[in-house]
């Protein structure tokens, strides 16, 4: 118990210094977000129905998958603080526990499991009685499933078949979270929530204070097999581990920008966190476009190959600064650049799949052929001209992969810039093909060669910006890439985070436009727009195919100007404020 204590303090500590700042203001717009949640949860618990059990295993497959996808989730305290002092691991387990129960996160899944009080309630004063013992173990199986699931990925990623299958999962999952209307759809009945939601392990503590009190033992018994389960996984995480190269012919190379093709080759090849993220990119774009088969809807699935493109992209987003130092190679070779070699490498590595991709999965529906190889050829030249711009110009300083600890999930120690780079960089590649886009839906088979074009003129536009930014900037992006400093201020990179000088609302306003901005732009507009284009109407939730003929278009491309004019008002704010702070 004193360990535990001593870590929970620790972690208190640690926090309590950290409130101050960016990161202080990053966590009170997270905070305040997670308790709008936290109480439209508690209102589910007035409904009648399993809408609670359903909002619970959604905060579930939160605590789940959000670590996966912010490098390792919250690692405040690593189990490599403590590994010279000789805990035990069942000890060291407990104390990381108690000390994962200190946070916002925790607090806000704790105020949103209050709806178990208030169902509880309802039932009566055991009810009532059962709730308290109840949240607090159903918050145990949140946070312990959550450390099981990143040791699970972490131990998979030390090699290539675990990366590739941890991919394989990751993606899977994502998609079906950003396609949950389709499961809503399929298995709702009467606008009710399947029942089976209520015997998951996010629905037990409904089902203790409802009258089944086995459902609280067993609670306590998966908590304590949990923690079994992560102290084992403990004493695994040690280091990091490199794939054999036994066997592999060296890549031989006769110009330079042929050796940093080759170098690239084999680095998509070799390292573990490249594999994983083109087979989640790769997975996600196939789950999330043949997702609503499950309603009959086929329309969406020659999206496959664009969402690869553009998943694709915003993994590869930060190439600069996952690399690390290994940029020291090309500043020591007088005139070198390997921008050039960069792009033909990701071409080689991420255009052939997507092309195969959006080529099958449009044969298989029929079609609309022009507007989605006009999307393809586009995105796959804007991807590879903006991958290198935007990480030598917003580098935000990785790990060394040589440094790379026991949990490979984390390739950075600022995961915020580095969330805020990708969804920025969905955001530019989506851009690039809008003129093909338009110029297919108008024009057809002509959006096929101003695909090519605009395709063409990103890569080598944005690629010689790059190249130049590199050659004038490279010995300052070496020196954060090291140290985590910009020369001039001294700060560790703020590209991508929220100015200080933001208010809370302004804060709010920025990250609700950016995380629901994709709505009303891509399943209710650009997607609406496809539907109208093959003659596809009612559509399950798409607006624009239940209107009147004359609304039709004006409302899909209305939602299209909406999520354009959500994501501009985010970047406004955030430029304004930035501006205001250098001023």
């Known amino acids: ?51 609670l059990a359903a909002a619970y295993s959604v905060w579930l497959l939160g605590w789940i998958i959000g670590p996966v996808f912010s490098g390792g989730g919250d690692e405040t305290l690593r189990p490599e603080f403590f590994s010279l002092l000789g805990l035990r691991p069942q000890r060291m387990a407990a104390g990381l526990l108690v000390a994962a129960f200190v946070g916002v996160a925790p607090a806000v899944s704790l105020l949103a499991l209050a709806g178990l009080v208030v169902a509880g309630v309802r039932e009566g004063v055991a009810g009532a009685l059962v709730a308290v013992p109840a949240m607090v173990l159903q918050l145990a199986v949140f946070v312990l499933l959550s450390k099981v699931t990143v040791a699970l990925m972490g131990l998979a990623l030390g090699s ?38 209520r015997y998951l392990p996010s629905g037990w503590g409904l089902l203790a204070v409802q009258g089944e009190y086995l459902a609280l033992a067993a609670m306590a018994v998966l908590v304590v097999l949990l923690l079994a389960a992560w102290a084992a996984l ?41 594999n994983h993220q083109l087979a989640f990119a790769f997975t996600y ?51 070198a650049s390997d921008v050039r070699g960069r792009q033909l490498a990701w071409l080689a590595a991420v255009g052939p799949i997507g092309l195969a991709l959006a080529v099958a999965c449009t044969v298989i529906v029929g079609g609309p052929w022009p507007l989605v190889m006009a999307a393809t050829f ?10 290198p711009l935007v990480s030598v110009v ?22 915020g810039s580095a969330t805020g780079m990708a969804y920025l960089m969905l955001l530019l590649v989506a851009l690039t093909a809008a003129p093909a886009v338009a110029v297919a839906v108008f024009f057809g088979w002509w959006g096929v060669p101003a695909g090519l074009l605009s395709g063409a003129l990103c890569w080598w536009g944005f690629g010689l910006l790059a190249e130049r930014r590199l050659t004038a900037q490279g ?49 209710q507009g650009i997607v609406a727009m496809v539907f109208l284009s093959n003659g596809q109407l009612r559509q399950s939730w798409f607006l624009a195919t239940h209107m009147p003929p004359g609304l039709r278009w004006p409302v899909a491309i209305g939602f299209v100007l909406l999520g354009l004019a959500m994501y501009g008002t985010a970047l406004w704010l955030w430029l304004r404020a930035k501006r205001s702070a250098a001023g």
């Open 394 to 415: 917003g580098l935000i300083p990785g790990i060394d992969p040589k440094n790379r600890g026991g949990n490979p999930l984390r390739t950075s120690e600022d995961d």
């Open 234 to 274: 403990l004493t695994r995480r040690a280091g990091r581990s490199r794939p054999s190269t036994r066997g592999r012919r060296p890549m031989r190379a006769a110009t330079p920008h042929g050796a940093v093709v080759a170098k690239e080759l084999r680095s998509w090849t070799r390292d573990l966190v490249r």
């Open 1 to 51: 118990m004193a360990v535990a204590l001593t870590m929970a303090r620790m972690k208190l500590s640690i926090l309590r210094h950290s409130t101050q700042g960016q990161q202080g203001g990053m966590m009170a717009s997270a905070g305040s977000v997670g308790v709008l949640l936290a109480g439209g949860t508690i209102v589910l618990a007035f409904l009648d129905g399993d809408w």
């Open 160 to 197: 290539r078949v675990g990366a590739i299958g941890a991919g394989v999962v990751n993606g899977v999952i994502l998609a079906f979270l950003g396609q949950i209307w389709v499961f809503m759809v399929a298995f709702g009945q009467g606008g009710q929530v399947p029942e089976v939601v």
């Open 378 to 387: 586009a995105l796959i030249g804007g991807a590879a001209g903006l991958v």
């Open 475 to 523: 010995p300052e992006l070496l020196h954060l890439m090291r140290t985590g400093r910009r020369p001039d201020s001294g700060n560790a990179s703020e590209t991508f985070k929220l100015p200080e000088n933001m208010s809370r609302t302004q804060r709010l306003i920025v990250m609700a436009c950016g995380a629901f901005g994709a709505i009303p732009l891509v399943p």
């Open 285 to 335: 774009g196939v789950a999330f476009a043949a997702v609503p088969l499950v309603l009959g809807i086929a329309e969406m699935l020659p999206l496959a190959g664009p969402l690869f493109v553009m998943m694709a992209a915003a993994m590869t987003a930060n190439a600069y600064g996952t690399d690390g130092t290994a940029h020291w190679l090309t500043l020591m070779t007088p005139g």
